[in-house]
T-cell receptor, first 114, second 107 residues
Framework: DSGVTQTPKHLITATGQRVTLRCSPRSGDLSVYWYQQSLDQGLQFLIQYYNGEERAKGNILERFSAQQFPDLHSELNLSSLELGDSALYFC?????????????FGQGTRLTVV | AQRVTQPEKLLSVFKGAPVELKCNYSYSGSPELFWYVQYSRQRLQLLLRHISRESIKGFTADLNKGETSFHLKKPFAQEEDSAMYYCAWAAGNKLTFGGGTRVLVKP
């Protein structure tokens, strides 16, 4: 158990809908990362937060947004969902968000858009 | 674009045989490179990083700047090594992953 908790584990929703994925980092970790894993795109970096502030941005669509709250948990909001958004969404956390610090991953949320 | 490439999607070897997972990167500077592993029904986790130059579970990886490679090797594969392996490159606070290589070690 890495200590990173993601909820829900599974989510099935219809196209056009909006969902929120939640991530609780390991105790003491200040940085949170979000990744999307799909069959054809592999593991894609979406966004990173450090102590509540956005630190790095990857291939995150404008329909997606994220934030990190004062208690350091993070939420990834996906709106106007499309079939192609079906994927496994991972959250990871690290102590300081430095590039050479190990990131600990959650089990992921499997999103299915129908 | 700066990226990490894992040319093999699937690598199947017999137990006791050597295994090498290829990873090539395109980056002009000095990259921070890692190998992450995801065993069946488990989380993605760090296997090793190039700066530590360590051997984990019998795996080693050497950074070859001339060939821009960071291949992962193990001389004698075990069945428990069957997993998905990702090469990752870190720069600018982003950890970018390759497409992954699934390793299947047959008895």
């Amino acid at each position: 158990d890495s200590g990173v908790t993601q909820t829900p584990k599974h989510l099935i929703t219809a196209t056009g809908q909006r969902v929120t994925l939640r991530c609780s980092p390991r105790s003491g970790d200040l940085s949170v990362y979000w990744y999307q894993q799909s069959l054809d795109q592999g593991l894609q970096f979406l966004i990173q937060y450090y102590n509540g502030e956005e630190r790095a941005k990857g291939n995150i669509l404008e329909r997606f947004s994220a934030q990190q709250f004062p208690d350091l948990h993070s939420e990834l909001n996906l709106s106007s969902l499309e079939l192609g958004d079906s994927a496994l969404y991972f959250c990871a956390s690290s102590v300081d968000g430095a590039v050479d610090t190990e990131a600990f991953f959650g089990q992921g949320t499997r999103l299915t858009v129908v | 674009a700066q990226r990490v490439t894992q040319p093999e999607k699937l690598l199947s070897v017999f137990k006791g045989a050597p295994v090498e997972l290829k990873c090539n990167y395109s980056y002009s500077g000095s990259p921070e490179l890692f190998w992450y592993v995801q065993y069946s029904r488990q989380r993605l986790q760090l296997l090793l990083r190039h700066i530590s130059r360590e051997s984990i579970k019998g795996f080693t990886a050497d950074l070859n700047k001339g060939e821009t490679s960071f291949h992962l090797k193990k001389p004698f594969a075990q069945e428990e090594d069957s997993a998905m392996y990702y090469c990752a490159w870190a720069a600018g606070n982003k950890l970018t992953f390759g497409g992954g290589t699934r390793v299947l070690v047959k008895p």
